[in-house]
């Protein structure tokens, strides 16, 4: 059994939103795979819980008349992966989810609680941080937009407020479109375990495939949140993939812009390896999937 002072299923975000604001003692419950284990485990015993599990409005992937990405807060992991919108524009998003946990995780785990809940190993995470997501959440005040760059604010802390609902997430047209993506999950096991490092690389060519246009870098448990490396980006602007320092350049770069911890997952110094493996090995297979091959 757990331990929870009660079980409300909203039947719409405002719904969800009154529930919220009236008890102050209320949390939002989608797949539960994170909020049960934190009752169960006695951090969030005695909470009451308000579901947003079966809210249509927040489900499913749509092209927005914009062209860009609308994924549903309440979309599960395995939704995400199969969605002929995720394979076509975001594989790279599709594939990091589905290294989440198990099938059974998988099928009622969501993108919202994989965010929303603040680990820096999250394996959405890193590969939201290199899409420039935006965040929609709903709350007492109305909408509001935040950028996944101004999300985290610590390990396990976000700028969602308790009564706010995260309805869904924001890719836009130019944050997809001719660019390809590799996600790599380090972890002791191949499945059903939490990411030692997580590193998710983006790239686009030029017309010739022979020189990197743009790049973008991003890690999980590289930090206290997940990061960016805009320095080891820039590194990459207008280089040429014959550049014999083009994969030393970035992964060193992106040694300067982390701070992993030791934990007892990994040691610090681990991790730093990682950190430099991993951007390269990410960058070259992201170059592949582009159609270009590095010769440095």
């Given at each position: 059994?757990?331990?929870i002072?009660?079980?409300?299923e909203?039947?719409?975000?405002?719904?969800?939103?009154?529930a919220l604001?009236?008890d102050e003692?209320?949390?939002l419950?989608?797949?539960?795979?994170?909020?049960?284990i934190?009752v169960?485990?006695?951090?969030d015993a005695?909470?009451?819980?308000?579901?947003?599990?079966?809210?249509?409005?927040?489900?499913?992937?749509?092209?927005?008349?914009?062209?860009s990405i609308?994924?549903g807060?309440?979309?599960?992991?395995?939704?995400i992966?199969?969605?002929?919108?995720i394979m076509?524009?975001?594989?790279?998003?599709?594939e990091?989810?589905?290294?989440?946990?198990?099938?059974?995780?998988?099928n009622?785990?969501?993108?919202?609680g994989?965010?929303c809940?603040?680990a820096?190993?999250?394996?959405?995470?890193?590969?939201a941080v290199?899409l420039?997501?935006?965040?929609?959440l709903?709350?007492?005040e109305?909408?509001?937009?935040?950028s996944?760059?101004?999300?985290?604010?610590g390990?396990?802390?976000?700028?969602r407020?308790?009564?706010e609902?995260?309805?869904?997430f924001?890719?836009?047209?130019?944050?997809?479109?001719?660019?390809?993506?590799k996600?790599i999950?380090?972890?002791?096991?191949r499945?059903?375990?939490?990411?030692?490092?997580g590193c998710?690389?983006?790239?686009?060519l030029?017309?010739?495939?022979s020189?990197?246009?743009?790049a973008?870098l991003?890690?999980?448990v590289?930090?206290?949140?997940p990061?960016?490396?805009?320095?080891?980006?820039e590194?990459?602007?207008n280089r040429?993939?014959?550049?014999p320092g083009?994969?030393?350049d970035?992964?060193?770069?992106?040694?300067?812009?982390?701070?992993p911890r030791s934990?007892?997952?990994?040691?610090?110094?681990?991790?730093?390896?990682?950190?430099s493996?991993l951007?390269?090995?990410?960058?070259?297979?992201?170059v592949?999937l582009?159609?270009?091959e590095?010769?440095?």
């Amino acid at each position: 059994m757990f331990d929870i002072a009660g079980f409300y299923e909203a039947r719409s975000v405002d719904d969800a939103v009154r529930a919220l604001s009236e008890d102050e003692n209320a949390e939002l419950i989608n797949g539960g795979t994170d909020v049960l284990i934190r009752v169960r485990a006695g951090k969030d015993a005695g909470r009451a819980l308000v579901s947003v599990k079966n809210i249509p409005e927040i489900k499913g992937v749509k092209l927005l008349p914009d062209e860009s990405i609308w994924i549903g807060a309440g979309t599960s992991f395995t939704h995400i992966t199969n969605d002929p919108l995720i394979m076509e524009h975001l594989p790279m998003l599709g594939e990091a989810v589905d290294m989440v946990g198990g099938p059974q995780i998988r099928n009622m785990g969501t993108m919202g609680g994989n965010l929303c809940n603040g680990a820096t190993s999250a394996d959405s995470a890193a590969s939201a941080v290199s899409l420039n997501t935006e965040l929609l959440l709903t709350g007492p005040e109305g909408e509001r937009r935040i950028s996944i760059h101004d999300f985290y604010t610590g390990p396990g802390r976000t700028v969602r407020r308790r009564e706010e609902v995260c309805t869904g997430f924001l890719i836009r047209k130019e944050d997809y479109e001719g660019w390809t993506g590799k996600y790599i999950k380090y972890g002791k096991r191949r499945a059903m375990e939490i990411a030692t490092l997580g590193c998710a690389v983006r790239v686009k060519l030029n017309g010739d495939r022979s020189r990197i246009e743009e790049a973008r870098l991003a890690y999980g448990v590289a930090a206290p949140t997940p990061i960016r490396c805009r320095k080891a980006e820039e590194k990459l602007k207008n280089r040429s993939l014959s550049d014999p320092g083009l994969l030393s350049d970035f992964s060193e770069t992106a040694l300067t812009e982390v701070n992993p911890r030791s934990s007892w997952r990994a040691s610090r110094e681990f991790r730093m390896q990682l950190i430099s493996e991993l951007a390269k090995r990410a960058l070259s297979e992201a170059v592949k999937l582009s159609g270009g091959e590095i010769h440095a």
